[in-house]
């Protein structure tokens, strides 16, 4: 089985091919559709659609599996009136996932973690979590490596081990005969 994750970041393609172990696991590197910092569920869940349909169109494959961060609150959307924000609006990481063959779809999410307050802020101030996380660690490409998940949780949970839950949640369709 042949299957593309719609990213040139390694870390994605390595949370597909844990969920499929038996299979060739490609990185087709194509456009989400989406900001660079997808904002909400909705559009973190289209960003992954849209990967994982768009990686069909690019090569001959079983599977295209599409894999998108976010941030995301639970509840109220991020208050724009500058009061602070209850838990439910707290910003968190969130990611979502989705497989298709071209006909069945699967989509889930991985675990949502909450940003740190100051982290929070830069982000609803229109920066992306990425550059944020270089800076706020004072390293480079944080996204391609530990990510943020691994850094909130010290290491606890890899950006690769949150990414791949979101894969396999949304490969449940095509793991399972209970679909």
Known sequence: ?????GSGNPVKREATARVFADAAVVAEPVPSGVAE?????DETRTGARNRAAATLRAGEYDLGVGIEGGVAT?????????????????PYLVMWAAVTDGDRWGVGAGPSLPLPPSI???IRGGEELGPVMDDVLDESNVARNRGAAGAFSEGKLTRT?????AVT???????????
């Open 1 to 5: 089985m042949r299957i593309a994750v």
């Open 37 to 41: 910092q997808p904002i909400g569920h």
């Open 74 to 90: 639970f509840g109220a959307e991020a208050r724009e009136d500058g009061r602070k924000a209850t838990d439910s609006e707290a």
């Open 120 to 122: 929070g802020a830069r």
């Open 161 to 165: 081990d949150a990414l791949a839950a």
């Open 169 to 179: 949640a949304a490969a449940a369709p095509f793991l399972s005969d209970l679909y």
